[in-house]
């Protein structure tokens, strides 16, 4: 079974703290994605990396960086948290190639900025 | 502009009764993926659906790529199939765009 671990699963940050979210993968997916999953917005697409080493600009990309040390290992960085970023944050990985391609999602982490 | 349009956004049934949920695309796609959510969980691969009718169990689903559009139907709810139903595309540079998703909630 692909397992995606998100850590922590809940945190709770002021506003202009740095937070840094933290995603784990033991499928040996090439691909990890980060996206946030807010109401009336659905799923978007915050970061993502095509390997070790590589990060990639999403949809939402302002405010976070990301980082990609490993190939299991895929960062979501807030250096100034704001209370618009408060959210439920998703780790994906993901295989992409012939035939299906899908993505093996994490358990989320919520994120309240006060 | 939303690619990826589900509907309805909410959906309530009596156990037993079928399901049926559509997603549409403003842009041709030809790979779609159905997800499930339960509430306050992480999303799951339902079905992976290029084209054409697949099905899983209780799920059937129909991909037409010259109307941009598929569905989802669900047979013979049950209540643990209340949840959210999120709908995808690929876009370039292997990635998923998701629909805003359909609520279902399925009682006794």
């Known amino acids: 079974e692909a397992a995606v671990t998100q850590s922590p699963r809940n945190k709770v940050a002021v506003t202009g703290g740095k937070v840094t979210l933290s995603c784990n993968q033991t499928n040996n997916h090439n691909n990890m994605y980060w996206y946030r999953q807010d109401t009336g917005h659905g799923l978007r697409l915050i970061h993502y990396s095509y390997g070790a080493g590589s990060t990639e600009k999403g949809d939402i990309p302002d405010g976070y960086k990301a980082s990609r040390p490993s190939q299991e290992n895929f960062s979501l960085i807030l250096e100034l948290a704001t209370p618009s970023q408060t959210s439920v944050y998703f780790c994906?990985?993901?295989?992409w190639g012939e035939g299906q391609n899908t993505l093996y999602f994490g358990a989320g982490t919520r994120l309240s900025v006060l | 502009e939303q690619q990826v349009q589900q509907s309805p956004a909410s959906l309530v049934l009596q156990e037993a009764e079928n399901a049926e949920l559509q997603c549409s695309f403003s842009i041709f796609t030809n790979q779609v993926q159905w997800f499930y959510q339960r509430p306050g969980g992480r999303l799951v691969s339902l079905l992976y659906?290029?084209?054409g009718t697949k099905q899983s169990g209780r799920l059937t689903s129909t991909t037409v790529i010259k109307e941009r559009r598929s569905s989802l139907h669900i047979s013979s709810s049950q209540i643990t199939d209340s949840g959210t139903y999120l709908c995808?595309?690929?876009?370039?540079?292997?990635?998923?765009?998701f629909g805003q998703g359909t609520i279902l909630k399925v009682y006794l």
């Open positions: 994906a990985s993901g295989h």
């Open positions: 659906n290029p084209s």
């Open positions: 995808a595309k690929t876009s370039s540079g292997q990635k998923l765009v």
